[in-house]
């Protein structure tokens, strides 16, 4: 889990195990991270431009 480092608050935190989740709103820096997340899905690696997204989390410079 990241931290919260753009100063925005939680649209909703809540505790799961030994840990506390916050859903917050996506920034442009996540693009990458969430674009790498659809490619690994099975379904989402079958979509055009996937191989895109796989490169674009080894090349994230926030992750």
Known sequence: MTS????RSALL????DDG???L???V????PDILAL?????????REGA????GAR???PCG
């Open 20 to 22: 506390t989740v916050r």
């Open 38 to 46: 659809l490619a690994e899905d099975q379904l989402g690696s079958e």
């Open 51 to 54: 191989g895109a997204a796989r």
């Open 24 to 26: 917050r709103s996506a």
């Open 28 to 31: 442009r820096r996540d693009l």
């Open 4 to 7: 919260n480092t753009t100063g």
């Open 58 to 60: 080894s090349s994230n």
């Open 13 to 16: 935190t809540f505790g799961v």
